[in-house]
Every structure is written in C-alpha cells, then in structure tokens.
Nanobody, 122 residues
Framework: VQLQASGGGSVQAGDSLTLTCSFSGRDFSIYGMGWFRQAPGLEREFVAAIGRNTGISGYADSVEGQFTVSRDRAKNTVYLQMNNLKPEDTGVYYC????????????????WGQGTLVTVSS
C-alpha cells in the first residue's frame, strides 16, 4: 500500500483546510482509513477514522464537530475537512490504512503516508 498525504499549510486560527490522502497498491475498498497527527514533542494521536463502509466514522473528542472525514471509492482517496482551525491543531497529519473494518487505534494501522504539516497561528 502506498499513501500520499497532501493539503497541509500555514493558516490563521479560524481558517479551514482539507487534507487529501491518495491510496494505491491494493484494493482500497477493503481497508479502513485513519488520520492521525503528531505535534512537536508529543506522541502521535488519533484524529479521525472511516471504515471500509462509509457509514462508519469516528473522531477524537478534541475535533468532534470540527473535522469531517470522508472517502471517495472512485478516486481511492480519503479526505479530512478541517474547519475553525485552532493553534492546538498544529502538527504533522498522517493518513494510514488498516486491514480492520474500522479502528481508532494507531497500532492497528500497518501502512502510513509521509505526513503533511499543518500550522495554525493565533
């Protein structure tokens, strides 16, 4: 599996960004997908996940109602729409793929993209 994340950048608090993760190498439809982030000096943390079936999705409490995860099967792509960004949302965002139907646990993800940096200034 190859994952390519993009869409990061430097924004002001309150702005929006959409991250994109392009998936290739395997059958996209059998993988659950997740977004994780890592701030400087901190561990990588769960942000959002979407199951093989788009009816299943979940979010970290810190981004619930602020971020939206989606997937486009025709494009083999996963998106993370981030609204009303805050300085605490700053970090490197990674997309990842799991053989599980759905997971919020980073240890269940075997394949990771290279990350895309999001910097939110106050």
């Amino acid at each position: 599996v190859q994952l390519q994340a993009s869409g990061g950048g430097s924004v002001q608090a309150g702005d929006s960004l959409t991250l994109t993760c392009s998936f290739s190498g395997r059958d996209f439809s059998i993988y659950g997908m997740g977004w994780f982030r890592q701030a400087p000096g901190l561990e990588r943390e769960f942000v959002a996940a979407i199951g093989r079936n788009t009816g299943i999705s979940g979010y970290a409490d810190s981004v619930e109602g602020q971020f939206t995860v989606s997937r486009d099967r025709a494009k083999n792509t996963v998106y993370l729409q981030m609204n009303n960004l805050k300085p605490e949302d700053t970090g490197v965002y990674y997309c990842a793929a799991t053989n599980s139907i759905y997971s919020r646990d980073r240890h269940m993800y075997d394949d990771w993209g290279q990350g895309t940096l999001v910097t939110v200034s106050s």
